[in-house]
């Protein structure tokens, strides 16, 4: 198998297949840490208006005492 670099563009291209291909339907897209870079081409992607409804970041920090 080869080795690849998956770049942010690449996970949206598949995301924004999925939606289109089996979702079908206005969703909300919840994003955790690293893979904002992912949300961000998602979003940039849509060409139907009303696929991404709504879009949450969370990002919880791990500080330690």
């Known amino acids: ?12 291209a598949q ?6 291909t089996v979702i ?3 969703v909300t897209l919840v994003v955790q840490g690293a893979l904002l870079p992912v949300a961000l081409e998602l979003v940039q992607l849509q060409t139907q208006p009303n696929l991404i409804q709504k879009v ?10």
């Open 1 to 12: 198998m080869p080795h690849i670099a998956y770049t942010p563009a690449d996970w949206a």
């Open 56 to 65: 949450a970041l969370h990002n919880e920090s791990m500080i330690e005492e």
């Open 15 to 20: 995301l924004q297949h999925f939606l289109q």
């Open 24 to 26: 079908q339907k206005p």
